[in-house]
């Protein structure tokens, strides 16, 4: 009995379901949308309007990088993944810069990285800057016993990736009054955790160094590290507070005003040698980082194998992803 019912009851479901889609055709909106949900491989997403940031979406954006593998320089995962975040920009907006580099690792091996660039805006002098990196790191070496096996980087890398990819859908579909840059950074994370901090971020320092775009000058910087973990929680970092200090205050008002100060802690907290480093000292933008780091350090999973979409929570994402979109679309 139940059957049957079940059986008529999704037979009605195909027919409306049926109706819908051709609706959908004629309507760019919806079209749209349909095209989003195809390319996130997750049908549960719901569109919602402009200055709404999807967690759904960008849930999805983490879930799609992690089935390249660890993204290591180097590597077929790595290669497979840069090759996707570029096609996906390129879905967004017209101008995307790819900026190819060599980079010599502490271990001696020669990295071939890429810097993804996506603009919106382009021509708007008033703009702003995001940053996270798309690489992951090689060895999960915070622990001997797994120091061989690689960082799957659901959370280091991923994350950020993922909301700056979500953010990038969204300003297609809504643009903002300023420009925008996306920035992923390669190369990251192949540091000697016993060397010098310079052995890091090798992705940001070439860009810093060789700028791809002319007297670029934006506002300012965020960089996004480590944003997806359950129980996150985001301390005002050393150096963004030592060269941007005033957009420090201006992200945490922002996302304590929207209601995310359980995440956003109005405290301070250590300096990380992060890409915000050297985007501050070498290309002088005055950027922050937004990292999940407690007086406890950078929580259980990083830099283990447990880095994976295990420990990543909607809740945070939504947190860091729509604080940003409060801020992108009222910067004037
Ligand atoms: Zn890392």
Not at 17 to 36: A, E, H, M, W, Y
Not at 177 to 191: M, P, R, S
Not at 286 to 304: A, C, E, L, V
Request: contains cysteine.
């Amino acid at each position: 009995m139940k059957n049957r019912i079940f059986v008529s009851v999704l037979f009605v479901l195909v027919i409306i379901s049926c109706g819908k889609g051709k609706v959908k055709v004629k309507d760019p909106i919806l079209d749209t949308n349909k095209v989003n949900v195809v390319d996130t491989a997750d049908t549960n997403i719901t569109h919602t309007s402009g200055t709404q940031f999807n967690a759904d979406s960008a849930y999805a954006f983490i879930s799609k990088q992690m089935s390249f593998g660890p993204r290591i320089p180097n590597s077929t995962g790595h290669k497979n993944c840069g090759d996707y975040l570029i096609s996906t920009f390129k879905k967004y907006t017209d101008k995307v810069i790819v900026q190819s580099f060599n980079a010599t690792a502490y271990t001696g091996t020669v990295l071939k990285g890429r810097n993804i660039i996506a603009r919106f805006d382009e021509k708007n002098p008033n703009r702003i800057v995001l940053f996270a990196h798309w690489d992951t790191r090689p060895f999960a070496d915070r622990t001997e016993a797994t120091k061989s096996q690689p960082v799957p980087g659901a959370d280091d890398g991923g994350s950020g990736v993922g909301i700056l990819l979500e953010i990038a859908r969204q300003l297609k579909a809504s643009p903002a009054k300023i420009g925008v840059d996306i920035i992923l950074f390669d190369c990251e994370d192949y540091g000697d955790a016993a060397g010098r901090p310079e052995s890091y971020c090798l992705g940001s320092q070439y860009w810093a160094k060789n700028p791809p775009i002319p007297a670029y000058g934006p506002k300012y910087g965020i960089l996004l590290d480590m944003v997806g973990a359950r129980n996150a929680s985001f301390l005002k970092e050393g150096f963004s507070r030592q060269y941007a200090a005033n957009i420090v205050d201006k992200v945490w008002n922002t996302a304590i005003g929207s209601g995310y100060g359980a995440y956003f802690i109005n405290a301070d907290g250590e300096p990380v040698t992060d890409d915000h480093y050297f985007v501050n000292t070498l290309a002088k933008i005055p950027t922050i980082d937004i990292i999940n780091k407690s007086s406890s350090g950078f929580g259980n999973h990083w830099h283990t194998p447990a880095d994976n979409m295990d420990i990543i929570d909607k809740s945070v994402l939504k947190a860091v992803g729509q604080t940003l979109m409060n801020l992108i679309y009222t910067e004037q």
